[in-house]
T-cell receptor, first 110, second 114 residues
Framework: GIQVEQSPPDLILQEGANSTLRCNFSDSVNNLQWFHQNPWGQLINLFYIPSGTKQNGRLSATTVATERYSLLYISSSQTTDSGVYFCAVPLNQAGTALIFGKGTTLSVSS | GAVVSQHPSRVICKSGTSVKIECRSLDFQATTMFWYRQFPKKSLMLMATSNEGSKATYEQGVEKDKFLINHASLTLSTLTVTSAHPEDSSFYIC??????????FGSGTRLTVV
C-alpha cells in the first residue's frame, strides 16, 4: 500500500520562529490533507491540498504532486501551535480511509 | 457542518469486560466510517472500515472478534472492545467521509483497562 513519511519527527522552536514540515508519499494521490492534533487528541483539519499552494493565516502548504511531496509552513510560531502535525492520503480512491504519516511533534516555547 | 460525535471521551474498565464506543454523524449521512487506534506518541493506525448495513472490513492484524463493529444506520457506527485487557488500552478515533474528499473526525475515546 501507499507509504507516507514525515520529517522531521520532532521540532523544537522558540516563539516567533518559522518552520517547514515535510511529507513524502510513495504513489500518486488525488487527496492530501494536513492535520493538527491538539493536546486533547482532537484532529483539526488544516488543509486539503492535493496540489498547488494554499495559505491560511500564518500557515501555508504546498504540494508538488509530480514529485510526491508536500510541505507545511508555519510562520511566526506561537506556543498554541504546539502539538502533532500529520499528513494523510487516501488508502486508494477518494472516499476511502486516510492513511497517516507518523507525524511531526512541534514544541514552541516562549 | 459535517460533525462527528464520539462517546464516551474517556472510559476505564476492568479486564474481561466489554466496552462500546459510539460514533454518530450529526448533520450528514455516513455510509462509511473508519476506526483508528492511536498509541501514545504514535500515529493513527487504521483498524477497520465500517459500512452501513454490511460487515466491516478489517485491516490486517486486527482481530475482528476482539473489535466488533456495527454500522446499523446511516448515522451511527459502534466499536465494541470485547473481553478487554490492559493491552487494549489506547486512544480510539472514528472518522467519516462527508464527500469525496472531505473527512471529519470524532474527538476520540481514551480507553484504560485495569
Amino acid at each position: 500500500g501507499i507509504q507516507v513519511e514525515q520529517s522531521p519527527p520532532d521540532l523544537i522552536l522558540q516563539e516567533g520562529a518559522n518552520s517547514t514540515l515535510r511529507c513524502n508519499f510513495s504513489d500518486s494521490v488525488n487527496n492530501l490533507q494536513w492535520f493538527h492534533q491538539n493536546p486533547w487528541g482532537q484532529l483539526i483539519n488544516l488543509f486539503y491540498i492535493p496540489s498547488g499552494t494554499k495559505q491560511n493565516g500564518r500557515l501555508s502548504a504546498t504540494t508538488v504532486a509530480t514529485e510526491r511531496y508536500s510541505l507545511l509552513y508555519i510562520s511566526s510560531s506561537q506556543t498554541t501551535d504546539s502539538g502533532v502535525y500529520f499528513c494523510a492520503v487516501p488508502l486508494n480512491q477518494a472516499g476511502t480511509a486516510l492513511i497517516f504519516g507518523k507525524g511531526t511533534t512541534l514544541s514552541v516555547s516562549s | 457542518g459535517a460533525v462527528v460525535s464520539q462517546h464516551p471521551s474517556r472510559v476505564i474498565c476492568k479486564s474481561g469486560t466489554s466496552v462500546k464506543i459510539e460514533c454518530r454523524s450529526l448533520d450528514f449521512q455516513a455510509t462509511t466510517m473508519f476506526w483508528y487506534r492511536q498509541f501514545p506518541k504514535k500515529s493513527l493506525m487504521l483498524m477497520a472500515t465500517s459500512n452501513e448495513g454490511s460487515k466491516a472490513t478489517y485491516e490486517q492484524g486486527v482481530e475482528k472478534d476482539k473489535f466488533l463493529i456495527n454500522h446499523a444506520s446511516l448515522t451511527l457506527s459502534t466499536l465494541t472492545v470485547t473481553s478487554a485487557h490492559p493491552e487494549d488500552s489506547s486512544f480510539y478515533i472514528c472518522s467519516a467521509a462527508f464527500d469525496s474528499y472531505g473527512y471529519t473526525f470524532g474527538s476520540g475515546t481514551r480507553l484504560t483497562v485495569v
